[in-house]
Each structure stands twice: as C-alpha cells, then as structure tokens.
Nanobody, 126 residues
Framework: QVQLVESGGGLVQAGGSLRLSCAAS??????????MGWFRQVPGKEREFVAA????????HYAGSVKGRFTISTDNAKNTVYLQMNSLKPEDTAVYSC?????????????????WGQGTQVTVSS
C-alpha cells in the first residue's frame, strides 16, 4: 500500500551537486512511518547506508563517508524526503534508494526497513 518513488539522479562531474527526492504515497503513511533512510549500492557490492532521518522530530544521521557533504531533510506535509549531495566524488556513483521504517527508530541496516523505492542512478565523473 505504500509506494516510494525516487527522482533527481543523473550524471554530474566530480565536485558537483545533486538533490534526490523520495515521494511517499499512502493515506496513513505519516501516521506510522518512524524513519526514512537513503542507501546506495553498486553492482557486486553490499548495500551501503548513507543517511537517515526520524520522521518526527527530524533528527538526522549520516555515514562517515558522506558526513559534511550530504544533507537529508523532509517535507512532512508532502510525505517527501530529500538528499542534498554536495562535493560529489566518483566513489559516490551508485543506485540510490530510499526506504521507510515503521517498527523502530532510524537504523543503518537495510533489513530494518519495510518499504523501498526502485532507486535512482547517480553517476559522478572525474
């Protein structure tokens, strides 16, 4: 019943910026979502935690590799979460997916999330 749709990916040069969006649908989404997360994955590699935010009051958490460069935020009225990515590096290239967690606070573990988007490709060229 819950759908997450990412957008905003694309090709960018090293040092550039992108903003990803994740729009959630579902009439009762805002009443039970506890946290939203962003993860990324490249072929042959393990899925990696990027950032997470508690839906209310909105505390944020980041992987060390992106801290200081990426910012996660929400627009609760629109059931949307964003990932602002600055100072992008080639190693940031991956498929980025958003996820929703309903049975606990934020987590860096993908298996703790209940709903997933299809992902959006981010490619950073050197």
């Amino acid at each position: 019943q819950v759908q997450l749709v990412e957008s905003g990916g694309g090709l960018v040069q090293a040092g550039g910026s992108l903003r990803l969006s994740c729009a959630a649908s579902g009439r009762t989404f805002s009443s039970y979502v506890m946290a939203m997360g962003w993860f990324r994955q490249v072929p042959g590699k393990e899925r990696e935690f990027v950032a997470a935010v508690s839906w209310t009051p909105g505390s944020t958490h980041y992987a060390g590799s992106v801290k200081g460069r990426f910012t996660i935020s929400t627009d609760n009225a629109k059931n949307t979460v964003y990932l602002q990515m600055n100072s992008l590096k080639p190693e940031d290239t991956a498929v980025y997916s958003c996820a929703a967690r309903t049975m606990g606070s934020w987590s860096p573990n993908s298996y703790d999330y209940d709903y997933w988007g299809q992902g959006t490709q981010v490619t950073v060229s050197s």
